[in-house]
């Protein structure tokens, strides 16, 4: 697999210091980042609580990096909205809990999401099969493929996960779709395995507590960001 021409890092505040939240996304905006991601879980659809639309609001004046809001929540619908207004610039969403016990299908979300004008994502746990993915593609603008179980930061990466990554990347040639969806990973990623998951197709790396935890997070990002 040849690594594709640019990618993108997202740093994930789940591995912030929050007691310095301000300073640390100020931070961020003075690296070559260009996402930053928002784990939102909600302790039904993952065992964790993290945050809500106040606190993205409140930290949107501090920086012009595209917010990625990941909706680890178990109904996602009634959460779009608040998160639009809180400034998001893309939103992601887990088929797990919209297919196909939810109230609202998939494209009524992502009908949601795109009238807003925003980004539209689909996550995935790292149990589920990509194939319920296919009849979505052409409407979303990237997958969020999980390489650790949704939750917690901190995980060790799941090494088949690398196999996904490619999968995913192979059906989106297959559909001419690989200039239009780009392919996240969230999850145990650190320099150690980044550049392997970029040779795997990898657009889009979610990256915490390798920055968030390192001696100087903007040195993590640009070795990061370099990659080739």
């Not at 945050?51 to 609001?57: D, L, Q, R, T």
């Not at 807003?116 to 997958?143: E, F, H, N, Q, R």
Request: charge should be positive.
């Amino acid at each position: 697999m040849i690594i594709k021409k640019e990618h993108i890092i997202a740093p994930s505040i789940l591995g912030a210091d929050f007691s310095k939240l301000r300073e640390e996304i100020m931070m961020l905006s003075d690296t070559k980042a260009q996402w930053i991601h928002l784990d939102i879980m909600d302790q039904q659809f993952v065992p964790n609580l993290s945050f809500g639309p106040a606190i993205v609001k409140s930290i949107r004046p501090y920086t012009n990096l595209f917010f990625d809001v990941h909706l680890m929540v178990s109904n996602p619908f009634d959460l779009i909205k608040p998160f639009i207004d809180a400034g998001a610039n893309g939103i992601s969403f887990h088929i797990e809990a919209s297919e196909p016990r939810f109230t609202f299908p998939p494209k009524i979300l992502i009908g949601q999401i795109k009238k807003a004008g925003l980004k539209c994502g689909i996550a995935l746990k790292p149990k589920t099969p990509i194939s319920v993915l296919k009849k979505y593609l052409t409407m979303i603008d990237y997958v969020t493929l999980m390489s650790v179980e949704p939750g917690f930061g901190g995980q060790k990466f799941i090494e088949s996960s690398m196999q996904k990554i490619q999968d995913l990347n192979y059906i989106l040639i297959e559909m001419n779709l690989e200039n239009k969806v780009k392919i996240q990973v969230d999850g145990g990623v650190i320099t150690q395995n980044a550049l392997k998951c970029l040779k795997s197709g990898a657009d889009i790396l979610v990256v915490g507590s390798e920055i968030f935890q390192s001696k100087n997070p903007k040195d993590t990002i640009e070795t990061l960001i370099s990659l080739k």
